[in-house]
């Protein structure tokens, strides 16, 4: 999981507080990005109208992992939502999909809980943290939090 070559070009500076940032999906999130193998790398919540998948750009190695998210609401064809959560720019370091924790709060909607780690040059299996996500079938938003 973890991509050591050419990781140390990707950041040079001082560490700074890891930016998690939710997109619609598009082009250069491809679904052939999937992690193999699919059985274990994607999940479904909610009767299945959620569905997440643990994306493998390959590159750049020290942030190739990004999390894809389909969720309601539904469009005026029935099409659900489609957004990828990545980090600083790019994607994680490190995103355990395996050891996800999922739980649900009738105020916020479905909650899942990821160990994820971001590069660090002192660090070559990365700095470890908790990346959380929050998808609300209501109201179709997709909030993020780190926590240390």
Known sequence: ??????????LAGPLQAQQVEVKPCGDGDRVDAIAEPW????ATYADGDIRVALLDMVE???GAWKLAVISPPRDELG???CRVIGADGIGFYGL??????ADYDPQKGLV????ATRYADAAPEGEPYRLVVTINQQTGEIATEVRE
């Open 60 to 62: 750049p190695a020290g």
């Open 39 to 42: 059985e274990s790398n994607t």
């Open 96 to 101: 355990d999909f395996a050891l996800r924790q």
């Open 112 to 115: 899942l809980t990821l160990p």
């Open 1 to 10: 999981m973890i991509r050591l070559a050419a990781a140390f070009l990707l």
């Open 79 to 81: 099409l659900r939502q």
